[in-house]
């Protein structure tokens, strides 16, 4: 994202996955469904909203800052995107920034007519890709990754748009999944991993593509199947769908923090139940790291199912010792430190005459920076609980990610800076604990992490990038080169 105020808590300490994407081909209501299904994904990005719609002649886009409903919620905003097919995407902003040049989807006239892309993920080495391109006379309209995608299709000396855009793919690094129009019909890909989640679904004669099942659910679509690692799924317009693999075979990396929080628990992610998962990463956190308490309280949202599976697995009861407001603004926007450090009791109040005189543990999905967590307790100690422990269900965060989530970069993690006895102090908890990555992994299915051959992508716990971050790399080496010649 593009905040700076270290006082966001509501942003800046939360991994925050970058977008969400759905499209849907042969719809007499394309633009209608679309909305509807971008609303079902608003948590994955409630920075920015857009849909392209195509009518058989031209393309049509709106795009805005905001919310799903504050920019398709009427029937006037339905009637400017004609067509039978559509494609949208929620974002928040990582690579680019924020800004109405970069809300997707993005829309160019090329040669063999007009693209439009929607796409969730990073591109590591965009800005490599990027300068080769200006060098070359490409002129950008956005700062976003997803930019180069289409410079590099338009680019292509292949016949075919499918063919092109292959092998601008082929350049690529990174993770994504995208959802493309062009005059021939929609194309839904993941990248050779699978980092960033796709599924397709159908509803009638149309075929859908959506970050989540909750979305075809929402619609009221028939789940098919995810699209797999490294597939190009090709709908036509009489419906026609053909899948191609053109990029070999690759053991599949997902995002394992999809399980932790970023779906929704009410999606099926990689064939099983989210909500089960976290119950499940709960039901672990308790076998490895039990506590002598009274209660087990979760910080809502995303710690009720990590916090049932505890309460279940430990005997212990679970209460809703924390309370959590809906009706929030973004602290990004108030006028002083004080508004701004009081975000956290706005957003969550304790449960007072629950939580007096009881010994507690507190079950989060993560802790990122760690200043959440601090008020927390801190507000829980006020509100009378005599001890306060912490119990997260995942492990420490020490990394940061490259791959289409919005995390800080590594020094300000707390997990890179101090170990966990230090996390502790400075959270003020009474005792601190992660699930571990063995646990975790067992929580999704598996008996432990293969280090040879891990099911998932965990870099942001391991620090095991499944691929070449080279922009990355070339950042690194200028900075060294720049440190060698201070000291020089």
Do not use: W
């Amino acid at each position: 994202m593009n905040f700076t105020d270290p006082f966001q808590d509501e942003y800046g300490d939360k991994l925050r996955e970058e977008c969400g994407v759905f499209g849907v081909i042969n719809a007499s209501d394309a633009t209608a469904i679309t909305a509807l299904g971008l609303h079902a994904l608003q948590h994955r990005g409630q920075e920015a909203a857009g849909i392209t719609s195509y009518d058989g002649n031209e393309f049509f886009t709106r795009r805005g800052t905001g919310h799903v409903a504050e920019n398709f919620s009427t029937s006037e905003a339905i009637a400017e995107l004609p067509g039978f097919m559509a494609a949208g995407h929620v974002r928040y902003s990582t690579t680019g920034g924020a800004g109405l040049r970069n809300v997707q989807p993005l829309y160019a006239d090329l040669a063999s007519g007009g693209f439009a892309v929607a796409h969730n993920g990073n591109i590591s080495n965009a800005g490599t890709l990027r300068a080769e391109l200006v060098s070359r006379g490409a002129i950008f309209q956005s700062t976003s990754d997803t930019e180069v995608i289409i410079h590099l299709v338009a680019t292509s000396r292949y016949p075919t748009m499918i063919d092109r855009l292959v092998d601008a793919l082929r350049m690529v690094e990174g993770a994504y999944s995208l959802i493309v129009m062009t005059p021939e019909g929609m194309i839904g890909c993941r990248d050779p991993l699978g980092i960033r989640p796709l599924v397709m679904g159908k509803i009638g004669d149309s075929i859908i593509f959506a970050s989540e099942t909750v979305a075809l659910d929402t619609i009221g679509a028939e789940f098919i199947r995810e699209v797999e690692a490294g597939e190009l799924v090709r709908v036509d317009f009489t419906g026609k769908v053909q899948s191609l693999r053109p990029f070999g075979n690759h053991s599949p990396r997902p995002c394992i923090f999809e399980h932790v929080y970023f779906s929704r628990p009410d999606s099926i992610f990689g064939g099983q139940s989210v909500y089960s998962v976290r119950k499940a990463i709960g039901e672990q956190l308790a076998i490895e790291s039990p506590a002598d308490v009274d209660l087990v309280i979760p910080v809502p949202d995303s710690g009720v199912p990590a916090a049932i599976g505890y309460a279940q697995q430990s005997g212990i009861p679970f209460e809703l010792g924390i309370i959590r407001s809906h009706y929030v603004g973004r602290t990004f926007i108030q006028p002083s430190d004080g508004a701004r450090n009081s975000s956290v009791k706005r957003k969550h109040n304790a449960n007072r005459a629950l939580v007096e005189g009881k010994r507690i543990v507190l079950i989060d999905d993560s802790i990122v920076r760690g200043t959440t967590s601090l008020k927390i307790v801190e507000m829980m100690r006020e509100a009378g609980a005599k001890e306060v422990h912490f119990r997260v269900a995942s492990p420490p965060t020490a990394h940061s990610c490259f791959y289409g989530v919005d995390t800080p970069e590594r020094s300000k993690l707390l997990a890179a800076r101090m170990d966990i006895e230090p996390m502790r102090e400075f959270i003020k908890a009474d005792s601190l604990a992660f699930v571990s990555i063995d646990g975790l992994y067992r929580a999704v299915g598996d008996k432990r992490r293969d280090d040879k051959c891990p099911q998932f992508c965990d870099a942001c716990f391991t620090g095991d990038y499944p691929t070449s971050l080279t922009d990355l790399a070339q950042r690194d080496a200028k900075d060294a080169q720049f440190s060698f010649d201070k000291v020089a």
